[in-house]
């Protein structure tokens, strides 16, 4: 009983690692009046059964009903005193009990194109580029200079003598790591992209397309992709040769990159290719943008 939150935030009851489901996605409140579930104006949408619906308008369901998000699928049934599944219209007819589910992605998308992947590389690198320059700034102003009356060997060893100028290079070179590592860990750890993928519509999701990925394992996609840059971007354009589009860090790390409109297309497909047709009251014609109230909705527990 009461409402509970599906959504990719963890503060949500239901929480979905998954690429296309919003921070905040639906809402589903199950009452002694029956079961409503209200999309809480997510980006991607939520369809039952094959209509879309309204954000912020609450939609009964009925047992058996499936709602999508539109890349995981949940299946709405009803259970018995004792925490069993009922058959649909039985007199206490339970499904035989096959353990514990949860909602899983229906979707598997190929990897993004190698085109696709190098030039999100190419953007990433130059937006680092420049706020590495803009980060090196105040070092350069602070370069003392080398002595004019001394060759360029003398000259470098009287500076590495300067031991202020010494310790401000080595805090601006330190400051230049952590840059690096915040740049890669926070955009596939906690955003699921680089500004370069976002640019482009890329995601980078787990072996279970969970997203985002979390920065344990961005960390260790970014060691992957710092070895898979020596010598020459080697590891990198493995992505060309590979038929899954796959460079040495995803393989590392257990990760891929997707484009959204793939994954996006392929759960419409799904859900338009299923079996199962509209059930109960609810419903006009598919492709409708909203879906009816129904006029009883059986309770459930």
Same mark, same amino acid.
């Given at each position: ?66 709602? /999508? =998000?539109?890349?995981?699928? &949940?299946?709405?049934?009803? *259970? ?5 599944? !009922?058959?649909? #219209? ?77 310790? /401000? =290079?080595?805090?601006?070179? &330190?400051?230049?790591?952590? *840059? ?5 860990? !926070?955009?596939? #750890? ?112």
């Amino acid at each position: 009983m009461g409402e509970n939150t599906v959504g990719r935030s963890p503060r949500c009851d239901v929480c979905l690692q998954t690429v296309t489901v919003s921070r905040q996605h639906l809402k589903i409140h199950v009452s002694p009046e029956g079961v409503t579930v209200t999309d809480l104006g997510s980006r991607n949408g939520t369809w039952l059964n094959r209509l879309r619906l309204k954000p912020g308008t609450p939609t009964p369901v009925t047992p058996r009903d499936r709602i /999508f =998000l539109p890349a995981v699928e &949940l299946r709405v049934v009803e *259970l018995d005193g004792d925490g069993h599944e !009922l058959e649909p #219209g039985s007199a206490g007819t339970t499904v035989p009990d096959q353990g514990p589910t949860r909602p899983q992605p229906f979707v598997r998308c190929p990897s993004a194109g190698a085109a696709r992947r190098l030039t999100a590389t190419f953007i990433d690198m130059a937006v680092f580029l420049m706020l590495s320059a803009i980060l090196a700034i105040p070092a350069w102003l602070g370069f003392p200079g080398l002595p004019e009356d001394r060759n360029l060997v003398e000259g470098l060893t009287t500076l590495t003598g300067d031991h202020q100028w010494m310790m /401000f =290079l080595g805090t601006t070179l &330190l400051a230049w790591i952590l *840059l690096w590592f915040l740049y890669f860990i !926070l955009g596939w #750890g906690l955003f699921g992209a680089t500004p370069g993928q976002f640019l482009l519509g890329l995601r980078v999701v787990d072996y279970r397309f969970r997203y985002p990925i979390g920065p344990s394992r961005a960390f260790l996609r970014l060691v992957a992709y710092c070895i898979g840059s020596v010598p020459f971007m080697a590891g990198h354009l493995l992505v060309i040769g590979r038929s899954d589009n796959r460079a040495l860090h995803d393989m590392l790390a257990g990760t891929r990159v997707i484009r959204m409109i793939d994954i996006m297309d392929e759960g419409a497909r799904r859900r338009d290719e299923s079996e199962e047709e509209p059930t109960g009251d609810s419903g006009e014609s598919p492709g409708s943008d909203t879906v009816e109230e129904t006029a009883e909705v059986p309770c459930f527990r």
